[in-house]
């Protein structure tokens, strides 16, 4: 079946711009999440959707990150006024109730100019 | 909180040589733990997981892990290696979701490992 899709798979932006990223989770998945990877940072927890309960923000490094899941399936990460360190890749993944591992998709790569 | 150490963040080795990548963790409660791997510009990819029950675990690839919990620790292994598992192989843990599932991975830094002909 079809795995996690993201969009767009690399983006480039002028610092000051605002970006959307977009995640299409795993059908029947029902926990979402958002990482990002970075050569300084590793790979890092952003933020956790699980079914209809509050969304787990805590890895969001500024007011300037948000992101939302609509209908319980597909995830946009947004970030305001982009900065050069916000350039990395970010990683979406899925699991499903009572699963354990979590389904990465390709990422995408954005860089901030 | 919890947190992952890998050890060695590259490890060379010859083909058909035996290899074994190290991770070790810090949690207060019981965790999962996971190996996923990154191939040059692809995404993360499950090697194997632990949830519960046997603490030997076999993964994709001919992979394997151990589980100790005395000693904290994960190590990956495999017998003999190929030019193509030349990869970043990271070490994740994470807290069960009370929803079933898991909660956030917290990964650590990676471990490059290269195969020489």
């Known amino acids: 079946g079809a795995g996690v899709s993201q969009s767009p798979s690399n983006k480039v932006t002028e610092k000051g711009k605002d970006v959307e990223l977009r995640c299409d989770p795993i059908s029947g998945h029902t926990a979402l999440y958002w990482y990002r990877q970075s050569l300084g940072q590793g790979l890092e927890f952003l933020i956790y959707f699980q079914g209809n309960s509050a969304p787990d923000k805590s890895g969001l490094p500024s007011d300037r990150f948000s992101a939302e899941r609509t209908g319980g399936s597909v995830s946009t990460l947004t970030i305001q006024r982009t900065q050069q360190e916000d350039s990395a890749v970010y990683l979406c993944a899925s699991s499903f109730m009572g699963g354990g591992e979590q389904y990465f998709g390709p990422g995408t790569r954005l860089t901030v100019t | 909180a919890q947190s992952v150490t890998q050890l060695d963040s590259q490890v060379p080795v010859f083909e058909e040589a035996p290899v074994e990548l190290r991770c070790n963790y810090s949690?207060?409660?019981?965790?999962?733990l996971f190996w996923y791997v990154q191939y040059p510009n692809q995404g993360l990819q499950l090697l194997l997981k632990?949830?519960?029950?046997?603490?030997l675990v076999k993964g994709i690839n001919g992979f394997e892990a151990e589980f100790n919990k005395s000693q904290t620790s994960f190590h990956l292994r495999k017998p003999s290696v190929h030019i193509s598992d030349t990869a970043e192989y990271f070490c994740a843990v994470s807290l069960g979701s009370s929803q079933g599932g898991s909660e956030k991975l917290v990964f650590g830094k990676g471990t490059k490992l290269t195969v020489n002909p």
């Open positions: 949690s207060s409660v019981s965790v999962y």
């Open positions: 632990y949830l519960s029950g046997s603490t």
